[in-house]
């Protein structure tokens, strides 16, 4: 079975991004999504640790090993970008002046339930922002792979990870599809190209809901 990259998982989800919003991207493949801003758009990046107008992730040997984002991974700043303290960081978070969140999980249950902070019994220095953003956000798309390295379902009816957030995700892009929760169920928008909906059906623990043809999708 064909599946998307973590690449071409941020290319189709960089596909969302409206002109003149400001997007948060969290830890992980939502990085990625500095690296497709679709022509025409133009699109403020904002890193929770204080950084807003982040560009693409730098050419090797251009790094600055100085200017990161929350995940300790070197960025680039773009012309007019600036820097600020954590303090003003989560007050745009809080304040709701971010028009979209784009988070990695390790579950995600069918009624927007979201867990992607820890694992017990495995050490973690905390939930970190993530916390702030799920309980601020009012638009949350997940990036993450549709099953873990054991082929089970992370999109599940009720998620078994301690929970970040509560009925909070509103769309799901995976390595198989893209999802939309509404409902209490998953409802399937798109598939991956090569990816059939029986495909999708099995790897889905979650209530999984299905209506006429669903397209491919076009990247």
Known sequence: ?????????????????????YVNLGIGIPTLVANYIPK???????????????????IEGEEDADMINAGKQTVTVLD??????????????????????????????????IANWKIPGKMVKGMGGAMDLVASAENIIVAMMHTNKRGESKLLKKCSLPLTGVGCVKKVVTNLAVLEIKNGAFHLLERAPGVSVEDIKNATAGTLVVNGTIPEMKM
């Not at 107008?53 to 730098?58: E, K, S």
């Open 1 to 21: 079975m064909m599946s998307l990259s973590k690449q071409e998982i941020a290319q189709r989800i960089a596909q969302e991004l409206k002109h003149r919003w």
């Open 40 to 58: 025409g758009i133009d699109v403020e990046f904002q890193s929770e640790n204080g950084l807003l107008g982040m560009g693409q992730f730098p």
């Open 80 to 113: 007019g970008g600036s820097i600020f303290d954590s303090a003003k960081s989560f007050a745009m978070i809080r304040g709701q002046h971010v028009q979209l969140t784009v988070l990695g999980a390790m579950e995600v249950a069918e009624n927007g339930d």
